[in-house]
């Protein structure tokens, strides 16, 4: 991905945020320089993988596959002690975050506003293929069962558990507008415990044409 096109998705989701009144922590906005000099106590933020997140998962067309994050809170598996995880994403129309599971994590997802996000789900073999058993989920507490590759479809407010081992690829409802979605889980750890059906590109590779907005949680180690 070009960084021009990075930034630019980080000021829509600026503007997208604001309208929907979510606000950033403070550090969300530091420049290069302000991070160098917070970079031992903002070291949860920085080793944590706490921040901004943009992925084209690989496919060259971010609006098609890909998705945007902000990581509010998380912990770290054996090195502190905060279990949780928080973050806050943009899902477009039809623009699809690819079939996976977590070996570890169970999440909550939330669709916070805007449009409806719809949610396909399979329950996952052994060797990691699509099974072909129903699917039993909670949607807000509420156990519901759907067959294998059917859609949950939040709309503003609702929410959906997904345990462990569950196949689960979303994306905005088409004609119901652009979807703030929240994810509140376990500690999140997307180097070892994300298992996509078909491999894919977790972090951009970046053409640096301009330079950025504002740092992106893969940015840290280049940067800081």
Excluded at 94 to 121: A, F
Aim: hydrophobic share 35%; net charge negative.
């Amino acid at each position: 991905m070009k960084r021009s096109e990075i930034n630019q998705i980080i000021r829509n989701a600026e503007s997208f945020m604001a309208s929907r009144q979510f606000i950033l922590p403070p550090w969300a906005y530091w420049g290069v320089e302000e991070w160098k000099n917070n970079r031992k106590a903002a070291a949860e933020v920085i080793d944590n993988m706490l921040g901004w997140d943009i992925t084209d998962f690989g496919s060259g067309d971010f609006y098609r596959r890909g998705l945007f994050l902000f990581t509010l809170r998380n912990g770290k598996y054996r090195v502190d002690k905060k279990p949780y995880a928080e973050k806050i994403m943009i899902v477009e129309e039809r623009q699809e975050t690819p079939m996976h599971y977590h070996w570890s994590k169970m999440e909550d997802i939330i669709c916070r506003g805007g449009g409806n996000l719809v949610i396909e789900l399979y329950n996952s073999m052994p060797d990691n293929k699509l099974d072909t058993t129903p699917v039993i989920v909670k949607v807000d507490g509420v156990i519901r069962k759907v067959e294998p590759g059917g859609k949950v479809i939040l709309t503003p407010g609702e929410s959906i558990c997904l345990e462990q081992g569950v196949y689960h690829r979303f994306y905005g409802e088409e004609g119901r507008g652009t979807v703030l979605v929240g994810e509140v889980s376990a500690v999140n750890d997307d180097a070892n415990d994300n298992c996509f059906f078909e491999p894919v590109g977790r972090f951009p590779v970046i053409d640096e044409n301009e330079p950025p907005v504002h740092l992106l949680v893969s940015d840290y180690q280049n940067f800081l």
